[in-house]
Structures are given as C-alpha cells and as structure tokens.
C-alpha cells in the first residue's frame, strides 16, 4: 500500500510539473522501486549542465571590460580555457603570452589605442610619466577585479534565463543559478590562488613581436635598467629648465635680430620623454625651425602614428624627412599636422632657409642601425647613394640658393659635397661633424650627423650605459651661414646631468675646436 500511495505521488509530481507536459496523466510504466531514484539522478544531471552551460555562455557573453591602463585604452576579456594564462595582444605588432596562472580561465588584455590627452599630460608633465608607470598597477588590479565581478553576475544571470526557459520551476532554476555561480567563483579564485607576477618576466612572442627580444633584449635586464634610467630621465628633465642660464658660460654670441635658430633632432625612435625635451628648447632658445631628419617611430606601424601628435604642440615650423623606421603612413600622419612639412626629393623655404629633403629609400624596422652604410649590400649601398645624387640634382635645379639639405643616412650626403653649405643627418645615433670631400672649385660642405633625440628608444638600453639624448641648436646669420651651434646632451650614468656644448664657426662653413662644457646636476 505505502508503494502504491509513493507511486501515485509521483504520478500526480508529474501532472502538475510543466516540464513534464503540464496536467494530462501520463502511464507509469517504470519499474517499481527503481523509477525515483533514476529520476532524480536526471534531474541533478540536467540541472548540472545547464549550470555548466550557462556559466560558459555567461563568461563568454560578459566577461568584458574595458579600462585605462595609462594612457592606454585596454579590453580585458576572460574565457574558458584548459591551461590558464595570460594573453597580451598588441595589435598589430602581436602578442605577449605569460604563463600567469593555472585553471580553467584565460585573461585577455588587448591595448586599444592611446587617449590623445593623457598622451599630452605625460609629455606635458615629466612626474606624470612616474605616476603613470605607478598607477598602472592599480590600474590593471582594479580592471582584472571589475571583469571577476561582471564575469560572475553574468554567468549566474545568463544560467538562471536558461534554466528558468528549460525546466520552468523556480527551484531548480534556483539550483542551476547556485551551481553556476559556485562553478565560475571557483575557476576565478583558482587563477587566483595560483596567481604567478613572476611570469611577466618571461614571455613568449607572437607576431612580430617575435623580433623583440632581439630589438629590446632581456626583458629582466631591461626592465631593471629602465627603473634606473627612468629615476634619472626624472631628474634630467627637470634640469633641462636651467639649460638657458648655462649660455651666459658659453664662448660669446651675440645673436642680432636676424638670426636664425633652428633645432636639428633625428631617431626619436618613439621616446615620449624626447618631445618634453624638444618643447623646452624651442621655448628657452627661441627656436624658429625644427628639423627632423627621420626615424620618429620604431616599427612604421599605424597605431605608432599618435606619437606625431605632438608637433602640433610645438607651434613651430617643423621639416620632417622619412627615415628607415618611418612607412608611408608615418610621413602622411606626419604631414597632417598644422604646421609640419615633409619633404621628399623637394624644396621649401621657411624663416628665410630654403632647405631641401629627402627620405631614406629603405623601411627596415626589422633591422638593426648600421653607422654610415657599413655592412650593407652593394644593392642597398647604391639605393642610399642614388637618394644623394637624386637630392644633389634637386639642389643644383633649385631656383634660390639652398642653404641646407637633409638626409637620413651620412651615407647618402657624399654627392651633395659642394651643392650647399650644409648638410643634416642622423641614422647612427652618435654625433658627428666632418667636411665632406670636395673637388678644386667647390664650396665646402659641412656634415652634421646628430645623435638620437629619443635615446634610440628602448634598444638604447642594451648597453651598459643608456644611450643619451641629443640635439643640436644652429645658429645663422642674416645671410643664412651658420655662425655657431650648441650640442645638447641629457643622460649620463651616475649623475643625472646635461650638457651644453656651444661651437663658434669662425669660418661659415669650418667650424672651431672651442667647446666649453656646462654640466648641470
């Protein structure tokens, strides 16, 4: 009797449960004894994959934010995965792999591109780029801790609608919602407990990033070394505003109301802390024209393109010429800009220079530097010789006198000896100044390579000692020669320090031995 009554029980569980048909009998024809617990077996089973399900769903569907890291706009995203670990995405470049976790969850961290005024702030204010390289941390904890909490409310969400649409009672919906939230809490406090910050030391490279490691080269000796650079790149900067006071040291000029100043920079090679640099020189030496003879990005990249944003700022005349680093997309975003000029194989004449330009024939960001055409092949050797003679035609056709040419690579100035009186370079990232051989009967030419402005970027930290930035100031005379130019340094290892060295040209196209050195500390 008491089977009977459990039997008919069930029956009338099953009458009134919609999941089994709403309330139309259904004949029994289980086996008696057998048929309750095989069906709660099922129910705990289906009740267990719709939690499986919808927390895979839910993870899938919102396990997304998007948060500031820096000046960074970034996507963190979380997804099921079998071993763990992080992924760090760098469109276009490719992407880092860190093996920070273990457990069934997969971070995401893709960088979007950089916030046009954060970017501006942290070249505005050198204390800021500390501040940022701090808060980054903070930054990417507060992130990761808004995805867990958008991970687990939409997996417990997108469970209990699935479930509530299958089984359509609100105890096992119930039941599904708990499971999901236990499943996805576990797998987060996993990744967690077996959180690794180690592993950012040892990534792995997709893409071409796979050429990082031998552009940057070891990333824990790199990242140890740009604590240390970046305590004195603090220091410099702030010393660089007393950069003027030093010029009353210097061997006497005394400039009249029609010279000329123009800033020479080369191979920012995407070194923010060189346009803070750039900017107080074009203010505290009345700088009229910068020139830039090229590498201004690393890799030509498009997203590399906002670094340019910054010539805006200076609110001067700035000539630019593409260098090997720079793609075509670089010197059109280049040209973009209010007050840039991009010459290539051409002329312009601004404050009374008339100066001409042409960019490197090569785009190799793959490549290391090689000093003034050494090691090159005889193909690539003739390719940056014939821009030289393709800019020396240019100079001789062009109807005012030119008064400087540009070049990216020194290999490529020889045919420009006696076309003009001088001639900028850079490409080597060390400083130089050299007459150019010349024939009976031609003018001298004077070669001024100048040193990287952007400390080559991250490779001028290979060394031993950080590769310093630099720039030069040129003074010119009313009839445009160029009378005196001072050599600025910032770097140094030890002492954070500046330099200036000031140069009289006695004769406008020699220049004299005399420099008198002014550290700053």
Same mark, same amino acid.
């Given at each position: ?5 459990? !039997?008919?029980h069930?029956?009338?569980?099953d ?6 048909g709403? @309330?139309?009998?259904?004949p029994? #024809?289980?086996?008696?004894?057998? $048929? ?15 939690a ?14 998007? #948060?500031d ?7 963190? +995203? ?6 763990g670990?992080t992924?760090? @995405?760098?469109?276009?470049?490719g $992407? ?5 976790? @273990? ?6 961290? *893709?960088?979007g591109?950089? /916030?046009?005024?954060r ?5 505005d204010d050198? $204390?800021?780029?500390s501040?940022?390289?701090?808060? %980054? ?23 209990l ?7 359509r ?11 999901? =939230? ?5 797998s ?7 959180? *690794? ?5 040892? &990534? ?28 004195q790149?603090q ?11 030093t010029?009353?040291?210097?061997? =006497?000029?005394?400039p ?19 346009w803070?640099l ?10 009229d024209?910068?020139?830039d ?7 030509g ?8 944003? +910054?010539?805006g700022?200076?609110?001067?005349p ?6 090997n680093h ?11 800009q209010?007050? $840039?000029i991009?010459?290539?194989? +051409?002329?312009?004449?601004? %404050? ?7 960019g ?5 960001p /793959? ?25 020396a035609?240019?100079?001789?056709? +062009?109807?005012?006198?030119?008064n400087?040419?540009?070049?990216? /690579?020194p ?9 003009? &009186? ?17 024939? &009976? ?12 402005t ?8 290979e060394? !031993?000692?950080?590769t310093?930035?630099?720039?030069s100031?040129?003074?010119? /005379?009313?009839q445009?020669m ?8 910032v770097?140094?290892?030890?002492q ?9 040209? !006695? ?9 008198t ?5």
């Amino acid at each position: 009797m008491d089977g009977q009554r459990d !039997e008919q029980h069930d029956d009338a569980d099953d009458r009134d449960d919609p999941a089994t048909g709403g @309330d139309r009998p259904r004949p029994n #024809t289980r086996p008696l004894g057998s $048929a309750g617990p095989l069906r709660r077996i099922g129910l705990v089973v289906a009740v267990l994959a719709v939690a499986l399900a919808g927390a895979v769903l839910g993870v899938l569907a919102g396990g997304r934010v998007d #948060t500031d890291i820096g000046p960074f706009r970034a996507n963190l +995203s979380i997804s099921p995965a079998r071993d763990g670990g992080t992924t760090v @995405d760098i469109p276009p470049l490719g $992407a880092l792999l860190l093996d920070s976790h @273990d457990g069934p969850t997969h971070l995401t961290v *893709r960088l979007g591109a950089l /916030d046009q005024g954060r970017t501006e702030a942290l070249i505005d204010d050198p $204390a800021s780029i500390s501040r940022a390289s701090q808060s %980054a941390v903070e930054d990417v904890r507060s992130g990761v801790m808004r995805l867990g909490l958008r991970t687990l409310g939409a997996s417990v969400l997108v469970t209990l609608i699935l479930a509530g649409l299958i089984f359509r009672n609100a105890r096992r919906t119930a039941w599904a919602g708990g499971l999901a =939230l236990l499943i996805t809490a576990g797998s987060l406090g996993t990744a967690a407990a077996t959180l *690794r910050p180690q592993a950012i030391e040892e &990534p792995r490279y997709e893409g071409l990033l796979v050429n990082a490691p031998a552009i940057v080269g070891d990333a824990r000796r790199i990242a140890n070394d740009y604590t240390k650079y970046a305590e004195q790149l603090q220091r410099l900067v702030g010393n660089v505003s007393q950069l003027y006071t030093t010029v009353s040291a210097l061997p =006497l000029l005394e400039p009249t109301p029609g010279t000329t100043r123009v800033l020479h920079v080369s191979d920012m090679h995407l070194n923010p802390t060189g346009w803070q640099l750039i900017r107080t020189v074009v203010e505290q030496f009345g700088i009229d024209v910068v020139i830039d003879t090229g590498d201004i990005t690393d890799w030509g990249s498009e997203p590399e393109a906002s670094f340019v944003g +910054s010539i805006g700022l200076l609110k001067k005349p700035y000539v630019f010429i593409r260098g090997n680093h720079d793609s075509g997309k670089t010197a059109a975003a280049v040209a973009r800009q209010p007050n $840039a000029i991009v010459l290539n194989n +051409s002329t312009t004449t601004v %404050a009374g220079l008339t100066i001409a330009g042409i960019g490197d024939p090569r785009f190799t960001p /793959d490549k290391n530097t090689s000093p003034a055409g050494s090691g090159l092949t005889q193909q690539v050797a003739d390719q940056v010789t014939g821009v030289g003679e393709q800019l020396a035609t240019t100079v001789r056709r +062009s109807p005012q006198p030119v008064n400087i040419a540009l070049v990216h /690579d020194p290999a490529s100035a020889g045919p420009l000896s006696g076309t003009c &009186p001088l001639v900028l370079a850079g490409h080597t990232h060390s400083r130089q100044v050299s007459k150019l051989p010349q024939a &009976p009967g031609q003018q001298p030419t004077t070669l001024m390579v100048e040193g990287s402005t952007g400390g080559a970027g991250l490779r001028g930290l290979e060394g !031993e000692k950080p590769t310093p930035l630099s720039m030069s100031v040129l003074y010119f /005379d009313q009839q445009k020669m160029l009378q005196a130019y001072d050599t600025i340094t910032v770097g140094g290892t030890g002492q954070a320090q500046v330099n200036l060295e000031r140069r009289l040209v !006695e004769n406008p196209t020699v220049a004299s031995p005399s420099p008198t050195t002014s550290p700053t500390r």
